[in-house]
């Protein structure tokens, strides 16, 4: 039997000019700089960078640091502060569905019923309403384009990824996650076509990116429009 992979040891390094930093030594050939959930920065770096010169490209980038790490401030605020309540609404798929207090969650008649009690007790039956939704609407779109992409996927599932707005596996397989759901039309479609068109090119040659123009000829512009999207489900606490 194989044996459980190793994680790479983490080093704690910083100090006066250098800001505190998590180093982890990988098998790669540039080193990255990142900022965890808990707001620590982490560099993962290759074997054979020396640590001078990692500590020298972490103090380059001070200001970043500052900038990324006061986002991820304003984001927790911002979670921690987001509620889902009779009276206010909840844009899904371009859509804003009002909210209405009549128990479930459920989604009914375009409108969304919930309980009078705290968000935080039913907050993961909403996630369930709405996983269904997405399972609805996305695989609406999938049913769309495939026969203009000339395309059958082995099969569709909605997952709960925070990493990828969908996946296409070696064997045609497609995952989508549920948070997809908080895009507008234009780029949910821009997703289904991307993972539809890995079905024709499993890379991302130029051969591929037509594929996907044939499609979505305004692909790029929808692309860039999802890390809005991105930064409302961190803010709003649903990663």
């Given at each position: 039997?194989?044996?459980k992979k190793r994680?790479?040891?983490?080093?704690?390094?910083?100090?006066?000019?250098?800001?505190?930093?998590?180093?982890r030594r990988m098998?790669?050939?540039?080193?990255?700089?990142?900022?965890?959930?808990?707001?620590?920065?982490?560099?993962?770096?290759?074997?054979?960078?020396?640590?001078?010169?990692?500590?020298?490209?972490?103090?380059?980038?001070?200001?970043?640091?500052?900038?990324?790490?006061?986002?991820?401030?304003?984001?927790?605020?911002?979670?921690?502060?987001?509620?889902?309540?009779?009276?206010?609404?909840?844009?899904?798929?371009?859509?804003?569905?009002?909210?209405?207090?009549?128990?479930?969650?459920?989604?009914?008649?375009?409108?969304?019923?919930?309980?009078?009690?705290?968000?935080?007790?039913?907050?993961?039956?909403?996630?369930?309403?709405?996983?269904?939704?997405?399972?609805?609407?996305?695989?609406?779109?999938?049913?769309?384009?495939?026969?203009?992409?000339?395309?059958?996927?082995?099969?569709?599932?909605?997952?709960?990824?925070?990493?990828?707005?969908?996946?296409?596996?070696?064997?045609?397989?497609?995952?989508?996650?549920?948070?997809?759901?908080?895009?507008?039309?234009?780029?949910?479609?821009?997703?289904?076509?991307?993972?539809?068109?890995?079905?024709?090119?499993?890379?991302?040659?130029?051969?591929?990116?037509?594929?996907?123009?044939?499609?979505?000829?305004?692909?790029?512009?929808?692309?860039?429009?999802?890390?809005?999207?991105?930064?409302?489900?961190?803010?709003?606490?649903?990663?």
């Open positions: 039997m194989a044996g994680e790479p040891e983490v080093q704690l390094r910083g100090g006066g000019e250098i800001p505190a930093y998590r180093l098998p790669r050939k540039t080193i990255a700089l990142s900022l965890g959930k808990d707001g620590a920065a982490e560099v993962r770096a290759p074997q054979w960078v020396p640590a001078r010169e990692i500590d020298a490209f972490v103090s380059s980038r001070r200001e970043w640091l500052a900038a990324q790490s006061a986002r991820l401030a304003e984001s927790r605020a911002r979670s921690e502060s987001f509620s889902v309540a009779p009276g206010g609404a909840l844009t899904l798929a371009g859509r804003e569905i009002p909210v209405l207090e009549g128990g479930g969650p459920r989604l009914e008649g375009g409108r969304l019923f919930v309980p009078a009690a705290p968000f935080a007790s039913w907050r993961g039956a909403l996630e369930a309403v709405l996983r269904e939704e997405a399972a609805r609407v996305i695989g609406g779109r999938v049913a769309f384009f495939a026969p203009r992409l000339g395309v059958a996927p082995a099969s569709v599932r909605i997952g709960r990824s925070n990493s990828a707005w969908g996946v296409c596996s070696a064997k045609n397989a497609l995952t989508f996650t549920w948070k997809l759901l908080f895009a507008p039309p234009e780029d949910i479609d821009y997703v289904v076509v991307h993972e539809l068109a890995h079905i024709r090119e499993h890379n991302h040659s130029p051969r591929f990116w037509r594929v996907v123009e044939s499609a979505v000829p305004d692909w790029r512009a929808r692309r860039a429009s999802l890390r809005a999207v991105q930064w409302k489900i961190r803010c709003e606490g649903w990663d």
